[in-house]
T-cell receptor, first 119, second 113 residues
Framework: GAVVSQHPSRVICKSGTSVKIECRSLDFQATTMFWYRQFPKQSLMLMAT?????????EQGVEKDKFLINHASLTLSTLTVTSAHPEDSSFYIC???????????????FGPGTRLTVL | DAKTTQPPSMDCAEGRAANLPCNHS???????VYWYRQIHSQGPQYIIH???NNETNEMASLIITEDRKSSTLILPHATLRDTAVYYC??????????????FGTGTRLKVLA
């Protein structure tokens, strides 16, 4: 497996503020990181794919100007929720994959998640 | 992307084997089948994956039908800690260029004491 951390684990903020969530790959270099969100009683929904050193690829319907992703190193990606509103309240989860090799199947390893509550 | 069908919920007695089915009839030839589970309020945990052959690791066994249209995850001796939502996810392999996981609704497994 792989160890992935997220910080903070839980955050409460006021409407209109911005919140940054960090995702760290602790025991291998992650070329690709993914960001998901999960609303209560629903499944995970992919928001964006983040490749180190390049712009993130966002899924249809996800606003790239609202959910800023930075993948500046092979072990760290950040998701910033800008001007958060109550409807952004959700469980945000990142995942990482090892650097791709010729026989890699790119298993994703997930972080513990960050619960965001916007008041 | 291949779509999956899983029963929404299952119960299993503690100590017995839990057999979780998944139908992925539209899977393509190079798509692996991955299984994860999610315990309440945690990130998904990787369990096992396979392409054509059956696989076994310390957590579970994966049985894939010969036509690859369905698979079964087997937890040989379920414990209360195995209570979780289990997801099967077809995913493109190393040569397909497909990285994304598309999560379905999964199976909510409840292990009963």
């Amino acid at each position: 497996g792989a160890v992935v951390s997220q910080h903070p684990s839980r955050v409460i903020c006021k409407s209109g503020t911005s919140v940054k969530i960090e995702c760290r790959s602790l025991d291998f270099q992650a070329t690709t990181m993914f960001w998901y969100r999960q609303f209560p009683k629903q499944s995970l929904m992919l928001m964006a794919t983040s490749n180190e050193g390049s712009k993130a690829t966002y899924e249809q319907g996800v606003e790239k100007d609202k959910f800023l992703i930075n993948h500046a190193s092979l072990t760290l990606s950040t998701l910033t929720v800008t001007s958060a509103h109550p409807e952004d309240s959700s469980f945000y989860i990142c995942s990482v994959t090892r650097s791709r090799g010729p026989t890699s199947t790119d298993t994703q390893y997930f972080g513990p998640g960050t619960r965001l509550t916007v008041l | 992307d291949a779509k999956t069908t899983q029963p929404p919920s299952m119960d299993c007695a503690e100590g017995r084997a839990a057999n979780l089915p998944c139908n992925h009839s539209t899977i393509s030839g190079n798509e692996y089948v991955y299984w994860y589970r999610q315990i309440h309020s945690q990130g998904p945990q990787y369990i096992i994956h396979g392409l054509k052959n059956n696989e076994t690791n310390e957590m579970a066994s994966l049985i894939i039908t010969e036509d690859r249209k369905s698979s079964t995850l087997i937890l040989p001796h379920a414990t209360l800690r195995d209570t979780a939502v289990y997801y099967c996810i077809p995913r493109g392999g190393a040569t397909s260029g497909t990285y994304k996981y598309i999560f379905g609704t999964g199976t909510r497994l409840k292990v009963l004491a």
